[in-house]
C-alpha cells in the first residue's frame, strides 16, 4: 500500500512481505516443500514454488499457451497462498502511485479472454516497479479461460504485491459464477474444491484502489447513499452481499429464491453498507442528472454528470476510473471529462489525459 506522502506505509508493507516471504521459504524447506510439490513423473507442466518468481510467471505464461493444464497441487497452492495473502496484506481500500518516469495501467473486465490479457502485457511489459498495473475486476465468465487468469494474476501479484493491484468487480461472486460459465469451467478442468477455493480469494479483493490518492478506480461506480473512504475501508469483506437479478434461465427456481435471503442473513454488512457494496460494484453512469434507482442491471444505481464532480469535491478527488460496461473506442471520457470508462486498458503518466497525474 502506498500513502501520497513519503512511503511510510508502502515500506511498512513491503517488509512486512519480505518477512512473509522469507517465513513461506523457510516452512517449504522445513517441509521440502519448495518448488517440487509434485513428483508425478507422467506430469510435463510448470512447478510452481511456495514463492513465485518472476520465473515462475514467465512458466505459467508458456504453459497456458501450449494448453498444458497445471497440476491441482498447484492449483491449489497459489489459490491458499492467494487468499492468505489478500486477509493479512490488502485491505477494502487500496493506494498505489504511478511511478515517476514511469506509468501505470488500468485494465478493464478480461472475462476469461486470457489471449487478450497477454496481449495487454506484451503491448505495455511486464508489471515492474515503474509498469504497474490496475485489473479492475470481471477476470472470469463468458470466456474459456477464466482460471488461467486468475492463476496468472494471483502468482504476479504474489511474486510482485505493489506491482499489480487487483480490485473485486461484480463477477468476482459465487452467484454470478454458478450462473455464467465460471463454475462449470472449473469443474470441467479440475473439481468443486477448486472453484471453492477461487471463491475464498475472491472474498478478499479490495473493491477500490486510489491512485496517488487523487483517482479512484472502481469496478461499477457511485452509490446515491454517502460513504467516506474511510468507511469503506473498515468494511468486512469475507461476505459480500448477494445481488438480486432475473436471469433468463431458471434451473434451480427454488434453489434461487431461497439463495439470496441466505446469503443477505451471513453478510456482516447493515443495510446501508449492503447498498454501498451493490453500487461499488453494479453501478453505471448516465447522462440524466442525479441518481435513478434501480439501474437497467437490476441492482445498484445510475448516476448522472452533476453527480460525478460533487461526489469528487466532497471525497478532494479528481478523477473517477471505471469499468463494468463496453466501449467501442476502448475507453470513453464521461462527465466533462471527470470519469473515465476503460474497459479495455488505459496508461496514466505524467504526459498522459488526465494531466499532470504523476
Known amino acids: 500500500m502506498q500513502s501520497s506522502g513519503a512511503g511510510g506505509k508502502l515500506a511498512t508493507l513491503e517488509e512486512r512481505y519480505n518477512q512473509l516471504r522469507k517465513d513461506r521459504m523457510h516452512t517449504a524447506v522445513e517441509k521440502e516443500e519448495s518448488a517440487v510439490l509434485v513428483s508425478d513423473p507422467t506430469y510435463m507442466g510448470p512447478h510452481v514454488p511456495q514463492v513465485p518468481t518472476y520465473e515462475t510467471v514467465m512458466a505459467l505464461i508458456k504453459a497456458f499457451q501450449m494448453g498444458v493444464k497445471l497440476h491441482v497441487d498447484y492449483v491449489v497452492r497459489i489459490l491458499n497462498n492467494m487468499h492468505d495473502q489478500l486477509k493479512q496484506f490488502c485491505g477494502t481500500v487500496m493506494r498505489t502511485r504511478v511511478p515517476k518516469d514511469g506509468k501505470l495501467i488500468v485494465v478493464g473486465d478480461t472475462h476469461g479472454q486470457l489471449a487478450d ?109 454517502d460513504f467516506s473512504l474511510d468507511e469503506i475501508a473498515k468494511f468486512p469483506r469475507i461476505n459480500i452481499p448477494h445481488v438480486k437479478r432475473k436471469h433468463k434461465h431458471h434451473k434451480h427456481k427454488k434453489q434461487e429464491q431461497q439463495e439470496p435471503e441466505q446469503e443477505e442473513k451471513r453478510c456482516k454488512l447493515n443495510e446501508e453498507q449492503q447498498e454501498i457494496v451493490k453500487c461499488l460494484l453494479w453501478s453505471d453512469p448516465v447522462e440524466t442528472e442525479g441518481f435513478t434507482r434501480p439501474s437497467f442491471r437490476g441492482t445498484g444505481v445510475e448516476w448522472g454528470p452533476d453527480v460525478t464532480p460533487e461526489f469528487l469535491k466532497g471525497k478532494k478527488m479528481d478523477y473517477i476510473i471505471r469499468s463494468h460496461e463496453v466501449k467501442d473506442d476502448g475507453f470513453e471520457w464521461d462527465h466533462n471529462d471527470k470519469l473515465l470508462c476503460s474497459p479495455v486498458s488505459h496508461s496514466l503518466s505524467s504526459q498522459s489525459h488526465p494531466p499532470r497525474i504523476a
Open 117 to 225: 490479457v497477454l496481449t495487454i502485457f506484451q503491448l505495455h511489459g511486464f508489471p515492474s516497479e515503474t509498469n504497474v498495473f490496475v485489473f479492475n475486476g470481471d477476470f472470469v465468465d463468458r470466456g474459456p479461460q477464466g482460471l488461467e487468469i486468475i492463476l496468472l494474476l494471483f502468482t504476479m501479484h504474489m511474486a510482485s504485491p505493489s506491482t499489480l493491484f487487483l480490485n473485486r468487480g461484480n463477477h468476482e461472486q459465487r452467484y454470478m459464477n454458478e450462473r455464467y460459465s465460471f463454475e462449470k469451467e472449473v469443474r470441467e478442468k479440475y473439481n468443486p474444491t477448486v472453484f471453492d477455493l477461487a471463491q475464498r480469494a475472491f472474498k478478499y479483493l479490495p473493491l477500490i484502489t486510489l491512485i496517488n490518492d487523487r483517482v479512484i478506480v472502481v469496478h461499477g461506480g457511485l452509490s446515491d447513499v
